[in-house]
């Protein structure tokens, strides 16, 4: 999809409401893409304390010793994977009880990852309401990375001012402080003055599982062995998770504050999936099907990649415009975005709702491939 094809205009301006969206919901049920896929998410939730414990065991027999670096390798692989699966229950992919669901959220996610329940629900939910929408989208509002020409044109000292200039080469540095970011966010929202719904069992979570961490790496470790260790996993821990969230909507259409889309071109096109094989699905925790969770985000992950075809083949016959890549690709279009973006300059993807452009082109570009902006 180029960026003049990406442009996008206004639900009165197109004719178009929420039928389109509901067509599409019908198909999706009548195929079963909704029905509960217990038997493969309980498997992986009793994998959790299993391979926890298992981690922790190995962790115990290498003692004192250097080596314990491949062991912070795969806490981050294994923090990760269990936090996608804490995402899944958030979104009500799990169980029908919502109850049970935001159970499981806060035990996967504040006993198991370190990450509180409360404050991704708050923030995540925001973002599926209104992805890439100035004022809106709250993954826009990031204290390091300018996502907006007006936030990159912000006053800032001459060095901040040249690294967000230069954001594309530090991007992957940068997430590798994303780990820290999200425990001390979480820390930070348990004790706000907000409300937070069971904040007592959010804290007692987040305590348990901080403080136990920390105490079993410097119980094992010599402190030296122990600093290395926590950066280490820290630190891929943040760049699993950023390098898997990072391709679904940077680089992709910004919506202006105050304007309303149908709720399919709302989600559809301003995300961005990206294809592989059942590997990358793995990986990425169904992640890289980011339009299809997008439109349904109580659909099961294992159904992802089979709504993929049917929703893309859905989305070109009513001219909507469906953009899939590549992963390298798609990191690619993201780093130069967000440079073009720290440097100033202004080109179709940063405001394409107000080019009032459509061109018969719109239509022919709707396929399963997508160009760098």
Same mark, same amino acid.
């Given at each position: *999809?180029?960026?003049? =094809?990406?442009?996008?205009?206004? &639900?009165?301006?197109?004719?178009v409401s929420n039928s389109d969206f509901t067509g599409l919901a019908r198909i999706v049920r009548e195929r079963g893409l909704m029905r509960r896929r217990y038997g493969y998410y309980w498997t992986n939730l009793a994998a959790v304390p299993v391979l926890f414990t298992a981690g922790i065991l190995l962790f115990l027999w290498i003692g004192d010793s250097w080596w314990q670096l491949f062991t912070a390798v795969g806490f981050a692989v294994l923090f990760t994977q269990t936090a996608f699966l804490g995402h899944d229950a958030a979104h009500r992919q799990i169980f029908r009880s919502g109850r049970w669901n935001d159970w499981i959220s806060l035990i996967i996610g504040d006993l198991f990852v370190g990450m509180s329940y409360g404050w991704w629900q708050h923030k995540h939910t925001r973002h599926h309401a209104a992805p890439n929408q100035l004022g809106a989208d709250p993954d826009l509002e990031l204290p390091v990375v300018a996502f907006t020409p007006e936030k990159a044109a912000q006053e800032r000292p001459l060095v901040l001012r040249w690294i967000i200039g230069h954001q594309g080469v530090f991007f992957f540095?940068?997430?590798?402080?994303?780990?820290?970011?999200?425990?001390?966010? =979480?820390?930070?929202?348990?004790?706000?003055?907000?409300?937070?719904?069971?904040r007592p069992t959010e804290i007692a979570f987040l305590t348990v599982r901080l403080l136990g961490y920390l105490g079993l790496v410097f119980f094992v470790l010599s402190p030296d062995k122990a600093a290395v260790f926590?950066? &280490?996993?820290?630190?891929? #821990?943040?760049?699993? *998770?950023?390098? =898997? #969230?990072?391709?679904?909507?940077?680089?992709?259409p910004l919506v202006p504050k105050g304007l309303k889309l149908d709720f399919l071109r709302r989600q559809v096109l301003?995300?961005?999936?990206?294809?592989?094989?059942? +590997?990358?699905? &793995?990986?990425?925790?169904?992640?890289?099907?980011?339009?299809?969770?997008? +439109? #349904?985000p109580s659909m099961p992950r294992p159904h992802l990649r089979q709504a993929a075809p049917l929703i893309r083949t859905y989305c070109v016959e009513h001219g909507v415009s469906y953009t899939e890549t590549g992963l390298w690709h798609s990191y690619g279009i993201v780093l130069r975005y967000i440079n073009r973006v720290g440097l100033g300059k202004r080109d179709p #993807?940063?405001?394409p709702l107000l080019q009032q452009r459509a061109t018969p082109a719109d239509t022919r570009d709707t396929q399963n491939t997508a160009n760098e902006p």
């Open positions: *999809m180029t960026g003049e =094809s990406a442009a996008v205009q206004p &639900v009165a301006a197109r004719g540095p940068i997430l590798l402080l994303e780990g820290v970011s999200l425990h001390a966010s =979480s820390i930070r929202r348990v004790f706000a003055r907000e409300p937070v719904p069971r926590l950066a &280490v996993q820290l630190g891929l #821990f943040g760049v699993y *998770m950023g390098s =898997s #969230f990072a391709p679904n909507h940077k680089g992709m301003m995300s961005r999936n990206i294809h592989g094989n059942r +590997l990358l699905d &793995v990986a990425m925790g169904g992640l890289n099907y980011q339009i299809e969770h997008h +439109l #349904f #993807f940063e405001c």
